[in-house]
């Protein structure tokens, strides 16, 4: 009896250790995610996605990198962020292993091999702006939620070997969405480049779908 009492009493000392700081138990989720998935956390944090007060809680996520500076594993080809629109909705953002991460070098660095965890970031932007390396340049997207959507406030895509060098539309001014901006479903792609592809969402960190 007395040591199910104090299981019992660890139990509800853990529970409310995590409802008091929730950053702690999203880091540790991330954690588990990124070891069972064979991945390195690249960065993570907090950013004002909609705009709002309430900040969302994101990482980035890379691959475990070989002597070869390629995949360990020929399985693993992609990166992902997670980010939190809310509590117990989280989308999964999956993208090429090689593409440059959202501040990446505030964490670990693009090798994959950096030691321990990046620090976690409070950050005022209000958008996610993700880059993929191409031949001549490369595409960008600047990620955000409305409505509890991702959606692309702008994209550009730079090429040395064009006139003009730099392609950009932007969907919103100041934030606010001109029109519609362009929900982020399936594959997406910025100048014929497939720069992300939005996996899903799922209701917890544990349950994200495979990327």
């Given amino acids: 009896m007395r040591r199910l009492a104090i299981c019992l009493a660890l139990e509800a000392w853990c529970a409310t250790a995590a409802a008091e700081d929730p950053d702690a138990t999203f880091r540790a989720q991330i954690e588990a995610l990124a070891r069972a998935r064979h991945r390195v956390v690249l960065s993570w944090g907090t950013v004002r996605l909609d705009e709002k007060e309430q900040?969302?809680?994101?990482?980035?996520?890379?691959?475990?990198?070989g002597a070869d500076n390629g995949p360990a594993r020929a399985a693993d080809t992609t990166g992902a962020?997670?980010?939190?629109?809310?509590?117990?909705?989280?989308?999964?953002?999956?993208?090429?292993?090689?593409?440059?991460?959202?501040?990446?070098?505030?964490?670990?660095?693009?090798?994959?091999?950096?030691?321990?965890?990046?620090?976690?970031?409070?950050?005022?932007?209000?958008?996610?702006?993700?880059?993929?390396?191409?031949?001549?340049?490369?595409?960008?997207?600047?990620?955000?939620?409305?409505?509890?959507?991702?959606?692309?406030?702008?994209?550009?895509?730079?090429?040395?070997?064009?006139?003009?060098?730099?392609?950009?539309?932007?969907?919103?001014?100041?934030?606010?969405?001109?029109?519609p901006c362009p929900t982020l479903v399936g594959t997406y792609k910025v100048n014929g480049y497939q720069v992300l592809r939005v996996v899903g969402w799922a209701r917890s960190v544990q349950a994200v779908p495979a990327f």
């Fill in 81 to 179: 962020y997670i980010v939190e629109a809310e509590p117990g909705k989280l989308w999964l953002i999956a993208y090429p292993w090689d593409a440059t991460s959202f501040h990446v070098s505030d964490g670990e660095g693009p090798d994959g091999r950096g030691a321990g965890h990046p620090p976690w970031l409070d950050l005022p932007e209000v958008a996610i702006w993700h880059g993929l390396n191409h031949n001549h340049g490369k595409a960008y997207v600047w990620i955000a939620l409305r409505g509890g959507q991702l959606v692309a406030l702008a994209d550009e895509d730079t090429n040395v070997r064009r006139e003009p060098e730099s392609i950009r539309h932007d969907f919103a001014t100041d934030g606010v969405c001109k029109k």
């Fill in 55 to 65: 900040p969302h809680r994101f990482a980035a996520l890379g691959v475990e990198l």
